[in-house]
């Protein structure tokens, strides 16, 4: 099996990578016809997310919704194919930081912060561009995937531009360090929660929805600012990072207002253009306890 995975990376992902820009999206224009009209791949997850997200819709939006998703979706996949390869020139050209300052601010302070945001538009280039305009280092919280091969890969990756890779077994453990640098750790909060009873319920895009609380326990109980970072799509390939807003004293907020607010700004965002956000995923699946109690 690991000889089949390894032939598989080097054999048809590396040269992959290799092909330029204008080549990958000739592959994404033919992936989007395989995907979407001739596999329908999760085609029946992104259609009930898209319509139970945006009911005041008629069915020919829904669907033009999801059809933009696809040809977005498609280029997302040759796009990470290219980041095994990409060069640090490219990567900047590609994915700029547009106000680093608005973070740099906390580092002259002297305060680590933490960096929010959501599957929205091309977070792998994001993730590869990120410590390069920072005066903070920046770490990615990451759930290591089940090959250890590619995992490995995927760490080489996106790290090799300067981000720290930390896994979700190892978070406790990066909030504690002594003697570290400042840090900017980043992390995804809109990926459905392991356990329906273990997380916060709170209304986002028209449903009841399970979240993740991390970015909210973490910010406060050190007290981290958080930042919610936009991605932003100019064109084919080209994107900017903007930072939008900073909640400055988490350990004197509600419970739950982090969190709310963090989803507001990403619901926001998915309203304006909804084909950016990853719709193939089964966001929704778990479905509010009889149970269940708000902490």
């Known amino acids: 099996m690991r000889f089949l995975t390894a032939f598989f990376y080097y054999g048809v992902i590396i ?20 995907l979407f009209k001739m596999i329908g791949y999760r085609k029946k997850v992104v259609l009930q997310n898209v319509a139970n997200s945006f009911p005041e819709k008629t069915t020919n939006e829904h669907l033009q919704i999801v059809s933009d998703f696809y040809r977005h979706f498609c280029d997302l996949v040759v796009e990470s194919l290219k980041v095994f390869t990409i060069s640090q020139e490219e990567v900047n050209e590609r994915m700029k930081v547009i106000n680093p300052e608005f973070i740099d601010r906390f580092y002259d302070q002297g305060k680590n912060v933490i960096m929010a945001g959501g599957h929205y538009n091309n977070w ?20 290591p995937l089940t090959s250890l091969f590619f995992d490995k890969k995927m760490r080489e990756s996106r790290s090799k531009y300067g981000l720290e890779m930390i896994s979700t077994k190892k978070v406790d453990e990066e909030f504690k360090r002594e003697n570290a640098p400042l840090r900017a750790i980043i992390f995804g909060f809109d990926q459905s929660p392991g356990s329906a009873k273990n997380s916060y319920r709170h209304s986002f895009l ?22 919610y970072s936009r991605i932003n799509k100019l064109s084919r390939g080209h994107y900017t990072t903007e930072f939008v807003e900073a909640i400055e004293e988490p350990a ?12 507001s700004l990403l619901e926001n965002d998915i309203i304006n253009q909804p084909e950016y956000w990853l719709w193939s995923h089964k966001r929704w699946k778990h479905k509010r306890p009889a149970d269940f109690v708000q902490q």
Request: cysteine-free; hydrophobic content about 45%; charged content about 20%.
């Open 124 to 143: 792998e280039l994001f993730a590869m561009a990120i410590d390069g305009p920072l005066k903070h280092k920046a770490v990615a919280i990451y759930k």
């Open 206 to 227: 028209n449903q009841d929805t399970a979240m993740l609380f991390g970015v909210e326990k973490y910010a406060k109980e050190y007290n981290f600012p958080v930042i």
């Open 252 to 263: 004197k907020t509600n419970y739950g207002e982090i969190t709310k607010r963090m989803n």
């Open 15 to 34: 040269p992959v990578s290799h092909l330029p820009f204008r080549l990958l999206y000739v592959l994404s224009d033919g992936l989007y016809v395989v």
